[in-house]
């Protein structure tokens, strides 16, 4: 066998060199789709509010208060009118928050995303939140990134880990064009994305990341989005054990806050679901809401508050000018409720933010209460704030490393690592033990899409076909009668499979499993026809089973016939019969979590092609 390594060429689809020049475009794409995206916001917002084209509106700012009085509330209401119609005419896939389709997209659509969903993405979400509602940009900027990279990949019929790949690179790009944290960008890729983690997945989300990075840089700046104090964190604060079990039970708070607030966002689904008159009513009546809860915060506190991306709010929390206990904890609860409104009731944008501003301000709250409840107790609300923010990040998404770094990213501060990665692990672990599914999959689970939630090396398909066989083999023809399967079964003892043999030639297959579910070998023998199958793969026992999986994927197959040599001729080589059944057997592998058709086991489309009999 020829093992010598085939040339690389730039025009070849699988060349890591093409690839890297690709990513590198998807990443620009990504960090200039962030800068359009918020221009857009900008537009819509000054538009909607104040009557006036203008692309100025720093969010760090509390916006204010509108010439139009009381009929700002009509406002995210005129909003949910034009997002409905974009979403419903063109692309139903931009409704919600978004991340849920990129990853339904990965994980069973091949990488395959609508080009159209790019633009109603960023003209329905930056509708939204301009318009008043309490999402996030974060979410609709990687969706934009992901429809770019998933078109580009498309056009060039690159193989599907490539486009994935490219999908992933356009997320980790506008994650880090936004936050400015290449490293967070990279990590939430990894985390909620790719199906394989490998050099050559990594290396081309890397490289978008920096290229997003390097545009939201240009346009946004070097700072990060929030301008965080210097913290008040020293080596020996950190040793006081009454402080750490204080950031023990903010984790356990901000767990149990993190499954209030997915199953806030779905109770809400299903409640306006049921409501009758149709998309357009319904978001509309949920905007009208979301009006209602602005223009009460604006007109008994001076602030919008919860309208929009609520950076504002954050801002205030971190520079200490917002460190009232009642209003943070009713800050809390007016964002959950609206951010549910705005979602349920069928608004497109993001998660990311409003987690951020739930996180901040339950966190500052918590300080404050805590000192007072326990006097002396050194525990500092900005610091809380932001590992709350981190915490209730990772708690509602998953995203447990990327919230750890991407908070270190921005803080620069080495000593809020520990009670950082305390606080957001145990965030992580009482959302699991209460919830199975983060915000992003409960809605996949919701339409019957199961989603590993581990990424494992698979080291049980590195073993031989040969030794995955476990069933003996039958020749028999197609007249054979039940006698023959009945001397074939009491020599093996086990049901085997059977070998249909025509004119000296393998005709077709009958698996071991269906011999013993269906009884078989106590029954007429004319019952073999309608089980013969003559759709498989022929693969040598020394095979490993990790490329047997790439030959039945591609052949669209579940079985194999494992021979001695890869030949079907002579028979006297054939070893036996290889089922997908089989595999999942020795990988140890939950039968009903396992899919044929899924790519659990990383498998190159590269893989050779097996040779099949129809």
Same mark, same amino acid.
Do not use: C
């Given at each position: 066998?020829d093992?010598?390594?085939k040339?690389?060429?730039?025009?070849n689809g699988?060349?890591q060199?093409?690839?890297?020049?690709?990513?590198v475009?998807v990443?620009?794409?990504?960090?200039?789709g962030?800068v359009?995206?918020?221009?857009?916001?900008?537009l819509?917002?000054?538009?909607?509010?104040f009557?006036?084209w203008?692309f100025?509106y720093?969010?760090?700012?509390?916006?204010?208060?509108?010439?139009?009085?009381?009929?700002? =509330?009509?406002?995210?209401?005129?909003?949910?009118?034009?997002?409905a119609?974009l979403v419903?005419?063109f692309?139903p896939?931009?409704?919600?928050?978004?991340?849920?389709?990129? =990853?339904?997209a990965?994980?069973?659509?091949?990488?395959? =995303?609508?080009?159209?969903?790019?633009?109603?993405?960023?003209?329905?979400?930056?509708?939204?939140?301009?318009?008043?509602?309490?999402i996030g940009?974060?979410?609709?900027?990687?969706?934009i990134?992901?429809?770019?990279?998933a078109?580009?990949?498309?056009?060039?019929?690159?193989?599907?880990?490539?486009?994935i790949?490219?999908?992933?690179?356009?997320a980790?790009g506008g994650?880090?064009a936004?936050?400015?944290?290449?490293?967070?960008?990279?990590?939430?890729a990894?985390e909620?994305i790719?199906p394989?983690?490998?050099?050559?997945?990594m290396i081309p989300?890397?490289?978008?990341?920096v290229?997003?990075?390097f545009?939201g840089q240009m346009?946004?700046g070097?700072?990060p989005?929030?301008n965080?104090?210097?913290?008040?964190?020293t080596?020996?604060?950190?040793v006081?054990?009454?402080?750490?079990?204080?950031y023990?039970v903010?984790?356990?708070?901000?767990?149990?806050?993190?499954?209030?607030y997915?199953?806030s966002i779905?109770?809400?689904?299903?409640?306006?679901?049921?409501i009758?008159?149709?998309y357009?009513v319904?978001?509309?009546l949920g905007m009208a809401m979301?009006?209602?809860?602005?223009?009460?915060f604006?007109?008994?506190?001076?602030?919008?508050?919860?309208?929009?991306?609520?950076?504002?709010?954050?801002?205030?929390?971190?520079?200490?000018?917002l460190?009232?206990?009642?209003?943070?904890?009713?800050?809390?609860?007016a964002?959950?409720?609206?951010?549910?409104?705005?979602l349920g009731?069928?608004?497109?944008?993001?998660?990311f933010?409003?987690?951020?501003?739930?996180?901040?301000v339950?966190?500052?709250?918590?300080a404050?209460?805590?000192t007072r409840?326990?006097?002396?107790l050194?525990l500092?609300p900005?610091?809380?704030?932001?590992i709350g923010?981190?915490?209730?990040?990772?708690?509602?998404?998953?995203?447990?490393?990327?919230?750890?770094?991407m908070?270190?990213?921005?803080?620069r501060?080495?000593?809020v690592?520990?009670p950082?990665?305390?606080?957001?692990?145990?965030?992580?672990g009482?959302?699991?033990?209460?919830?199975?599914?983060?915000i992003?999959t409960m809605?996949?689970?919701?339409?019957?899409?199961?989603?590993?939630?581990?990424?494992?090396t698979?080291?049980y398909?590195?073993?031989?076909a040969?030794?995955?066989?476990?069933?003996p083999?039958l020749?028999?023809?197609?007249?054979?009668?039940?006698?023959?399967?009945?001397?074939g079964h009491?020599?093996s003892?086990?049901?085997?499979?059977?070998?249909?043999?025509?004119?000296?030639q393998?005709?077709?297959i009958v698996?071991a499993e269906?011999v013993?579910?269906?009884?078989?070998?106590?029954?007429?023998?004319?019952k073999?026809?309608?089980?013969?199958?003559?759709?498989?793969?022929?693969?040598?026992?020394?095979?490993?089973l990790?490329?047997?999986?790439g030959?039945?994927?591609?052949?669209?197959?579940?079985?194999?016939?494992?021979?001695a040599d890869?030949q079907?001729?002579p028979?006297?080589?054939i070893?036996?019969v290889?089922?997908w059944?089989?595999?999942?057997?020795?990988?140890?592998?939950?039968s009903?979590?396992?899919?044929?058709?899924s790519?659990?086991?990383?498998?190159?489309?590269s893989?050779?092609?097996?040779?099949?009999?129809?």
């Amino acid at each position: 066998m020829d093992t010598a390594p085939k040339p690389v060429s730039v025009l070849n689809g699988d060349s890591q060199v093409r690839l890297a020049i690709l990513a590198v475009l998807v990443g620009l794409v990504s960090g200039f789709g962030a800068v359009v995206f918020r221009g857009l916001i900008a537009l819509f917002h000054n538009l909607m509010f104040f009557g006036k084209w203008s692309f100025s509106y720093d969010t760090s700012l509390h916006t204010v208060a509108s010439p139009w009085g009381i009929w700002v =509330i009509l406002v995210p209401v005129l909003g949910a009118i034009v997002v409905a119609f974009l979403v419903k005419t063109f692309a139903p896939e931009a409704k919600g928050h978004g991340m849920p389709e990129v =990853i339904e997209a990965v994980h069973y659509h091949k990488g395959v =995303i609508r080009p159209v969903v790019a633009v109603i993405k960023s003209l329905a979400s930056s509708i939204s939140i301009g318009s008043g509602a309490a999402i996030g940009r974060e979410g609709p900027i990687i969706q934009i990134g992901a429809a770019f990279g998933a078109t580009l990949g498309q056009w060039l019929r690159l193989s599907e880990w490539q486009r994935i790949t490219l999908i992933a690179g356009g997320a980790g790009g506008g994650i880090a064009a936004t936050f400015n944290t290449p490293i967070g960008g990279l990590l939430f890729a990894t985390e909620l994305i790719l199906p394989e983690i490998s050099a050559r997945t990594m290396i081309p989300v890397a490289i978008s990341t920096v290229g997003g990075t390097f545009i939201g840089q240009m346009f946004f700046g070097v700072h990060p989005s929030f301008n965080i104090p210097e913290l008040t964190l020293t080596p020996a604060h950190l040793v006081s054990v009454s402080v750490f079990g204080a950031y023990l039970v903010l984790g356990i708070l901000l767990g149990l806050v993190s499954v209030v607030y997915i199953r806030s966002i779905y109770l809400f689904e299903d409640v306006f679901d049921r409501i009758p008159g149709g998309y357009y009513v319904r978001h509309v009546l949920g905007m009208a809401m979301v009006g209602v809860l602005m223009y009460a915060f604006l007109h008994y506190t001076g602030h919008y508050y919860i309208q929009g991306v609520g950076y504002a709010t954050i801002q205030d929390v971190l520079n200490h000018s917002l460190m009232v206990p009642l209003l943070l904890i009713i800050l809390f609860v007016a964002k959950l409720l609206a951010t549910s409104l705005s979602l349920g009731s069928g608004g497109s944008g993001g998660i990311f933010s409003p987690s951020l501003f739930m996180g901040a301000v339950l966190g500052a709250a918590y300080a404050l209460l805590a000192t007072r409840v326990v006097p002396g107790l050194s525990l500092a609300p900005v610091n809380t704030a932001i590992i709350g923010m981190a915490a209730m990040v990772a708690g509602a998404t998953g995203a447990v490393i990327t919230a750890i770094v991407m908070i270190f990213e921005m803080t620069r501060d080495y000593y809020v690592v520990v009670p950082l990665m305390a606080v957001v692990s145990v965030a992580y672990g009482v959302r699991r033990i209460f919830l199975r599914d983060s915000i992003y999959t409960m809605k996949l689970s919701r339409r019957g899409l199961f989603l590993p939630d581990t990424l494992q090396t698979p080291i049980y398909l590195l073993r031989t076909a040969a030794d995955a066989l476990s069933a003996p083999l039958l020749r028999v023809k197609r007249q054979a009668t039940s006698g023959h399967l009945q001397i074939g079964h009491y020599q093996s003892r086990v049901p085997p499979s059977l070998l249909i043999i025509s004119s000296e030639q393998v005709e077709g297959i009958v698996e071991a499993e269906v011999v013993a579910r269906e009884h078989l070998l106590g029954h007429n023998a004319n019952k073999i026809d309608k089980y013969i199958r003559d759709n498989f793969v022929v693969v040598a026992g020394h095979e490993m089973l990790f490329d047997v999986v790439g030959k039945m994927r591609n052949a669209d197959t579940d079985l194999a016939i494992v021979s001695a040599d890869g030949q079907l001729d002579p028979q006297e080589n054939i070893l036996g019969v290889l089922s997908w059944w089989d595999i999942v057997r020795v990988s140890n592998l939950p039968s009903h979590l396992v899919r044929r058709s899924s790519s659990a086991a990383n498998t190159d489309d590269s893989a050779a092609d097996g040779k099949s009999l129809n």
